[in-house]
Nanobody, 122 residues
Framework: VQLQASGGGLVRAGGSLRLSCAAS????????ITWFRQAPGKGREGLLC????????DYAGSVKGRFTSSRDNANNTVYLQMNSLKPEDTAVYYC????????????????WGKGTLVTVSS
């Protein structure tokens, strides 16, 4: 089983970026997918959760109104759409999968993906 976040890069403040979380050996449709990030020198922060019904729930205050998620079940992929990016959004972004619960915390997370770096310039 592998999860992989991709789509990171360099973007200017105010810009947008869409990250992908793709899986092999795992059907993401059956899992709540939580997006996390970790900025340099800081702890991991849970951002939001994409539930199995296609909704985005449990937004962190730091991203509410700017970030959201969506699913493409045909391609076994979950997306993180990031708008109005700020320099403080610079971090490595991760996705993780868990059954039976969808929230920003990491308790009981079953699978973790490798991260992708997002850098927001001022």
């Amino acid at each position: 089983v592998q999860l992989q976040a991709s789509g990171g890069g360099l973007v200017r403040a105010g810009g947008s970026l869409r990250l992908s979380c793709a899986a092999s050996g795992l059907t993401l449709e059956s899992y709540g997918i939580t997006w996390f990030r970790q900025a340099p020198g800081k702890g991991r922060e849970g951002l939001l959760c994409a539930d199995t019904g296609g909704s985005t729930i449990d937004y962190a205050g730091s991203v509410k109104g700017r970030f959201t998620s969506s699913r493409d079940n045909a391609n076994n992929t979950v997306y993180l759409q990031m708008n109005s990016l700020k320099p403080e959004d610079t971090a490595v972004y991760y996705c993780a999968a868990r059954k039976f619960r969808c929230s920003r915390d990491s308790v009981g997370m079953r699978y973790w993906g490798k991260g992708t770096l997002v850098t927001v310039s001022s």
